[in-house]
């Protein structure tokens, strides 16, 4: 459907407060940017959603890229994945996830570590410490 409208790949996407009588459809309908099927109930559901400025298909570094490369650029990317999500800044964004996952769990394991410490000196009878009471 993307292929027939007027407006190619900036087609407006598809949605229930547009109207047919606006203009915005193509020969063959609406433009559905997403659909996803569910096979438990046999439906698909039309979605809508923004540009994401680090995907790799599309986002502007990637069509700079290509356009100033050509097919050069995509023999490059098929030699050497990792190239689209340094490029997008992809790879940046999941570092920068992985550190606060890190983070995160640094914390809990201080915290963890700090209450098993007051947890062993809270009787302080010098006798051994009875675990079945938590």
Known sequence: ALLQHPLRGYAPAAS???????GLDGALGPVPHMIRGQMSGFSQTCMVGQAFSQCTACSPAVLQQYRSQGW???QQVLAQPSLLEELTG?????????????????????????????AGTQQGSGEEE???EL
């Open 16 to 22: 229930s407060s547009s109207s047919s009588s606006s």
């Open 72 to 74: 050069g650029f995509v």
């Open 90 to 118: 992809l790879a940046d964004l999941h570092r920068q996830a992985a550190a606060l996952t890190l983070t995160d769990s640094d914390e809990d394991g201080q915290e963890g570590d700090e209450a098993a410490a007051g």
């Open 130 to 132: 009875d675990w079945t």
